[in-house]
């Protein structure tokens, strides 16, 4: 009898940490692809899309995820898809500038942690994330820097100015 | 004029909302297009705004996008066939999709399909639609170009062309100008 008693207390200390841990991805692999704005002559507003698939080593599947990106702390979107999520943020062109940018992502547990420490006004760099992803956002570009007709008439000033000034010198030595 | 209509807008927003019951969810969902010119084989955002201006969370979300057919339109990035576990009352969701449009013409931009359960214990799902955009013109890919590219090559081809008119004058005059130009007399 004391021998079942302890294998029962031995069965539940092995399967209480996988019963708690059941929620939380345990060595999370993520391969993302990611999409800035490239053009401001055509899209009103830059976007980011990252769109990312999450698998972890527990086959955890369709967990409830929050990002942290620039500052906004959104939840992720899923997608049809199993382990396909995506995070989209837009704004103004200026507002999300050229550079490098990163993504935290948190679980349910993750992402209470990082509001209570938004709330209590501490760092977040204390709350670990799931994983980040880091992308670059080359800017958008607004057209040439100088128009082309502009440097077609600058070229044409130049030649005429030549011709005229050549021909004012031969002019006044004859 | 403009402000009173606003105020009465929000007034019957307003009124909405409080007369709306505590613990049921209702969401209002927007579709965007934000492109200044829709272009052939440019790209085309679409934003997705869910707004829960209910008193409890929004179960079981979805968002299914159908009004983009495959032969009209390319994905660049982006899901069409989305969803979220919750939207919690008083707050929103954002969502983006861009596509590429693979033909040029007139296309009604209609709305998309939003699915979701009002409570926890409610029997079936709401569903409900997004805004639509409306129609919109697809310029083509040529149209566009004549007017907003820099046109490099053909000023480059022009320059060329005028290159004829006024290097052999300038060659003829240069030829002669070496030919019979005397030095200049000396000083005694």
């Known amino acids: 009898m004391e021998f079942a008693g302890k294998m029962i207390s031995l069965v539940v200390l092995l399967v209480v940490p996988f019963v708690v841990l059941g929620d939380s991805c345990l060595s999370p692999e993520v391969k993302a692809e990611t999409y800035t704005t490239t053009e401001a002559i055509v899209s009103t507003e830059t976007v980011f899309i990252v769109q990312f698939t999450l698998t972890c080593k527990n086959k955890v599947r369709d967990m409830n995820l929050y990002a942290d990106i620039n500052g906004r702390t959104l939840p992720v979107t899923k997608t049809d898809k199993p382990d396909l999520y995506q995070v989209s943020i837009s704004d103004d062109h200026k507002k999300l500038s050229s550079g490098k940018y990163e993504v935290r992502l948190y679980d349910e547990e993750g992402y209470s942690m990082l509001r209570k420490a938004q709330r209590s006004g501490e760092s977040v760099d204390s709350v670990k994330p799931v994983t980040s992803i880091t992308f670059n956002h080359p800017g958008v570009s607004k057209g040439p820097f100088v128009q082309s007709e502009f440097v077609a008439v600058v070229i044409a000033v130049l030649v005429w100015y030549f011709a005229y000034s050549t021909r004012s010198q031969l002019q006044s030595s004859n | ?188």
């Open chain 2, 1 to 188: 004029k403009e402000k009173l209509l606003v105020l009465a807008v929000l007034i019957s927003f307003a009124g909405y909302s409080l007369s709306e019951e505590e613990n049921v969810a209702r969401l209002l969902a927007s579709k965007n297009v934000l492109n200044q010119y829709l272009v052939e084989g440019r790209d085309l955002t679409v934003q997705y705004t869910i707004f829960n201006i209910g008193g409890s969370a929004a179960l079981d979300v979805n968002l299914k996008e159908e009004s983009f057919p495959e032969q009209d339109f390319e994905v660049v990035k982006g899901n069409l066939n989305v969803k979220w576990e919750r939207i919690a009352p008083g707050t929103n969701v954002s969502h983006v999709v861009v596509l590429r449009p693979l033909q040029f013409g007139y296309f009604n931009f209609t709305a998309a399909e939003v699915s979701y359960k009002p409570s926890e214990n409610a029997a079936s799902a709401v569903v409900g639609f997004t805004s639509a955009p409306g129609e919109g013109g697809i310029v083509g890919s040529k149209d566009f170009d004549r007017k907003f590219s820099p046109h490099v090559l053909d000023w480059l081809v022009f320059a060329i062309m005028t290159l004829p008119s006024l290097t052999i004058p300038f060659l003829l005059f240069y030829r002669s100008k070496s030919r019979y130009d005397t030095p200049k007399p000396k000083k005694n």
